[in-house]
């Protein structure tokens, strides 16, 4: 399996609600992301595991709680969001070697909107 | 400070004409680069990256220590290459990349 999966496809949620992004990946991959991509813009990145620890937060929010439950799934909690949180939020994946990402591989987002 | 810096966020060119979507970089160290694309309806993927020196779908880009830049170019341009490209640059062996804003390429026929 190459791909990276991301469940939900699509999340609607209201600014009281805790819910759960979801992401699986079975390459072997010991590095993974979490991004978040508003409109015509680019990704920018927000966590980063690496080895299962979490090795990068640039600055996120609180109510944003990313969880690393085994090598192969990555999770984000969601909770007390605000109406500009809304936007795609990507997961990526890479070997995670010494020197740098490489490449990394992509899960197709989640579209979320914060009503 | 890491940062990566595409110019054009549009660009037209004609089917059979060459293409150039520039990316410049700024990094004290010496970085790796890349060019990611996206394809209508289809996820964020890697096109190629500085250190494997090869040409992926006809593109190629050299990596200018000089000029900090890292040009995507592809002699002839197909309508299949209209997508978004972003530039990325990697640099101190972190886990992590910088994106430029995106170069929204369009092929007309």
């Known amino acids: 399996d190459t791909e990276v999966t991301q469940t939900p496809k699509h999340l609607v949620m209201g600014m009281t609600n805790k819910k759960s992004l979801k992401c699986e990946q079975h390459?072997?991959?010991?590095?993974m992301y979490w991004y978040k991509q508003k409109a015509k813009k680019p990704p920018e990145l927000m966590f980063v595991?690496?080895?299962?620890?979490?090795?990068i937060n640039e600055s996120v929010p609180s109510r944003f709680s990313p969880e690393c439950p085994n090598s192969s799934l990555l999770n984000l909690h969601l909770h007390a969001l605000q109406p500009e949180d809304s936007a795609l939020y990507l997961c990526a994946s890479s070997q995670g070697l010494a020197g740098g990402p490489g490449e990394q591989f992509f899960g197709p987002g989640t579209r979320l909107t914060v009503l | 400070a890491q940062r990566v810096t595409q110019p054009e966020k549009l660009l037209s060119v004609f089917k059979g004409a060459p293409v150039e979507l520039k990316c410049n970089y700024s990094?004290?160290?010496?970085?790796?680069l890349f060019w990611y694309v996206q394809y209508s309806r289809q996820r964020l993927q890697l096109l190629l990256r500085h250190i494997s020196r090869e040409s992926i779908k006809g593109f190629t880009a050299d990596l200018n220590k000089g000029e900090t830049s890292f040009h995507l170019k592809k002699p002839f341009a197909q309508e299949e290459d209209s997508a978004m490209y972003y530039c990325?640059?990697?640099?101190?062996?972190?886990?992590?990349?910088?994106f430029g804003q995106g170069t929204r390429l369009t092929i007309n026929p």
């Open positions: 990094y004290s160290g010496s970085p790796e």
């Open positions: 595991y690496s080895y299962e620890k979490l090795s």
């Open positions: 390459m072997g991959h010991r590095a």
């Open positions: 990325a640059l990697s640099g101190g062996g972190a886990q992590k990349l910088v």
